[in-house]
Structure formats: C-alpha cells, structure tokens
C-alpha cells in the first residue's frame, strides 16, 4: 500500500466530514478522486455571461464540443436563466423546445459525456432524463418542485441540489440575502433539501450540495461561503461551487462579465482547498489548469 500524500487532506483538517468515493448517476459512478469540471452550456436568449450565443441546436453542440476538447467531464445544459435582471420564467413547453433537440445530439455526438439538465420543473427533468440525461442540477434546491426528486429516484439519476431563495424571478438578486451566519444558515436549508430528496428515495450517493454562489448572496456572502465550505462539507455530501464569471468576482477584481474567466479559476482553486470536488463553469481549459496545479498540492 502507498503512503498517503504528506499534504492530503485529513478528516482533522477538513472539520472531520467524509464523502461518498463516487457519485452515482443515470450513467454511471463519477469518481471523486480528482477535482470534477461540469461545463456550462447555456441554451438560453438571456444568460447573463453567454446569453443568445448557443441557443441554437448547431450552436450549442459546436460549443459542447470546446468544452469536452478542454476537459469537461460533464455539461450542464440550462434553457432557463435566473440572471439577476429579474428574467420570465420560461413556460416548461419552450424550455424543452430549447433542450430537446441539443440533449439529442448532444447523446449521439458525445455519448460518454454524462450530460446534467439545469431545471427547476419536474416535468422537464423528467423528460430530460428520459432522454438519457445522466443529472439534474436544481438551482431551487427542490423547493419549487419537488417532484424532481421523484424523478431522479425512479431514473438512478444524479441530483444537485444548490442553495437559493426565492423565485426564479429574484433568486438571483439581493431580495432575500439577510443572513446572521450565512455558512450556518445555508448548510441548515441545504440539509433540509437533503431531507426532501431522501424521503422522495433519492440514494444518499446521488446527492451533490451547491451554496448557491450570487443566488441570494451579497459579495461578501460569496466570499465567506467559500472560505468556509467545510461547515457545508461536514453534511458529508459533495460539494459542486458555481462561481464563473459571477458578480461577486467582479466586486474584488473590477473587471467586466467577459473578463473574469482567471478570477473564476482562482476561485475554484480556493474551493478546492476549502473542500468543493465538483466545478460549474463556462471557460472550461481555464478552470481545469488551475485545478491540476490545486490538485497535485493537495490530493483528494
Ligand atoms: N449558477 C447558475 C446557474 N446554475 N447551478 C449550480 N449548481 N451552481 C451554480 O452556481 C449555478 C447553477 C448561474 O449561472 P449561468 O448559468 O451562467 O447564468 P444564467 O442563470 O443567467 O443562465
């Protein structure tokens, strides 16, 4: 048996939780050994970094393809934007009118890439995993729709379930970011969703836990949450971070939307080492660099 790396994270030093090896999925197990990069793949007119680029089926497979060249081990397909500009909920119809025909091809052009479906509906999770989808990654956290979690127990599927409040007209904005201690408060409505998803049968390895970067959160929530991320990681679930190109990152560096694909990845970097396992972001090749060198620092 090899020594363990002399700088590989203890359960000491990570306040004591443990995670599941893998995470159990419609498609298989992902290992979490190694940090897990999730590309976007924003099939909508109105997102607020890539809004109106991929909405197109042959757009948005073209884009699929850079993301997997870079390295992402799944995608993340929304068709329904929660920016922070107050956004129309999108009718479940058009949302899948959006989704349908790119989860199609995106199974005959990648069929080993698990694909994840970034929805708050359970009608369209379910037909998304119909299609084949291996995730459902729900912004809500299973409060608009818990039906979701029917749906993953029924399909096996991967479930992410990310901290917000609110609807999706406003989880996005500061209406409801009033905390006292903000990692406290988000790891207790993070179990409760938890707590859904369990006793809708949703196995406890198919679970992933999100804070919910820029949803409900100041800048300064957004920096806590990350430096404090084994206060989440101690419910013993994974953790997926989302901080691409979001506005808090714009607060500490002043650059614009386009411009903070370096930030982004010096945030996931930091997350590594404050225990997320799992990446949401648009500049795959960036995020996944950064994360080798995070990495081979600390193994997981
Ligand atoms: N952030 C966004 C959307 N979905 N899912 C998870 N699990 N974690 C996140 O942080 C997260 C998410 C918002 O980003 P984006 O998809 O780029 O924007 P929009 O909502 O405008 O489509």
New binding site residues.
């Given amino acids: 048996m090899t020594a363990p790396h002399p700088l590989a994270p203890s359960p000491a030093t990570e306040g004591g939780n443990s995670y599941p090896a893998v995470w159990r999925t419609a498609r298989g197990p992902i290992p979490l050994d190694r940090p897990i990069i999730?590309g976007?793949l924003?099939v909508?007119p109105?997102?607020?970094?890539?809004?109106g680029q991929f909405l197109e089926a042959p757009a948005a497979l073209a884009h699929a393809e850079t993301l997997v060249a870079a390295g992402a081990d799944l995608l993340?397909v929304?068709a329904?934007?929660?920016?922070?500009g107050r956004?129309e909920p999108v009718p479940a119809r058009e949302e899948w009118r959006r989704l349908g025909p790119v989860l199609a091809g995106l199974a005959r052009a990648f069929p080993a890439v698990p694909v994840s479906v970034?929805t708050v509906k359970a009608e369209v999770a379910e037909r998304a995993l119909d299609a084949g989808a291996a995730v459902i990654?729900?912004?809500s956290g299973l409060r608009l729709a818990p039906g979701i979690a029917a749906a993953c127990a029924a399909h096996g599927a991967g479930l992410?379930l990310?901290h917000s409040r609110g609807t999706v007209r406003d989880m996005?904005t500061y209406d409801h970011a009033r905390y006292g201690d903000v990692a406290a408060e988000v790891a207790g409505e993070l179990a409760q969703a938890a707590g859904v998803a369990a006793r809708h049968g949703v196995p406890r390895d198919n679970v992933?836990l999100?804070?919910?970067?820029?949803?409900a959160k100041e800048p300064a929530h957004n920096l806590e949450l990350l430096a404090r991320l084994p206060v989440l990681a101690a419910l013993g679930y994974p953790i997926?971070?989302?901080?691409?190109?979001?506005r808090f990152l714009g607060h500490v560096t002043g650059r614009d939307v386009g411009e903070r694909d370096q930030a982004s990845a010096a945030a996931c970097v930091a997350a590594w080492f404050t225990g997320a396992r799992l990446f949401?972001v648009?500049a795959v090749a960036a995020a996944r660099e950064a994360l080798l060198v995070a990495h081979a620092i600390r193994p997981a």
């Fill in positions: 999730m976007i924003n909508t109105d997102s607020f970094s890539d809004g993340d929304g329904e934007s929660t920016r922070p956004p970034d990654n729900d912004v992410v990310m996005a992933v999100d804070p919910g970067l820029g949803f997926m971070v989302g901080p691409s190109r979001k949401r648009h």
